[in-house]
């Protein structure tokens, strides 16, 4: 199954599609690109900050949002940067936290969700809850499943720059 989804991500990139890949999704495409997959020295669940790096402010997509933002993590593992990616996003758990790659930068990975809801969050918790073992970068079911409305906000106006750059960057 991992070797159709790889495929299929290939033949968009070797196609110059727009690629976006969230989480796994990233790490698939950080592999597809020649990247080691690996675990990461923390796990990172929970709300934390990214920061942009200096090459963000040259980006279509990047460039937009503040330097430093609140995002969802779920996630043990990460990718190496891909060989030609440009590095665009870290945290204090997790070096790389979002890439471009690609002439135009068509293709992204961000190992943070964009895509949180409290819905995502509680099946995250139902089905995943045996991931939250203590940790730095990891906060407990109670804090995971709390009322986060006023970070669902900022979130939202994040993905909406995010996306509006994506959009507007490429033309779509």
Not at 52 to 61: E, K, P, Q
Not at 75 to 101: K, M, V
């Amino acid at each position: 199954m991992a070797c159709q989804r790889k495929s299929l991500i290939k033949d968009a990139i070797d196609a110059g599609k727009i690629v976006l890949g969230v989480c796994l999704g990233a790490q698939l495409i950080a592999s597809v690109l020649g990247a080691k997959i690996r675990k990461n020295q923390y796990p990172a669940i929970g709300w934390f900050d990214v920061r942009l790096t200096d090459a963000a402010s040259r980006s279509r997509v990047f460039s937009r949002p503040p330097e430093r933002f609140t995002v969802f993590h779920w996630h043990g593992d990460t990718f190496d940067l891909p060989p030609g990616a440009t590095w665009i996003a870290e945290s204090d758990a997790c070096r790389n936290q979002a890439f471009e790659y690609g002439d135009m930068g068509q293709v992204i990975g961000l190992q943070f969700h964009l895509d949180t809801t409290p819905e995502s969050i509680r099946r995250l918790v139902e089905h995943c809850g045996d991931e939250l073992v203590p940790g730095e970068y990891v906060r407990s079911e109670r804090e995971l499943l709390a009322d986060h409305r006023e970070r669902l906000a900022d979130l939202c106006g994040c993905s909406e720059i995010l996306l509006e750059g994506i959009l507007d960057g490429y033309g779509v």
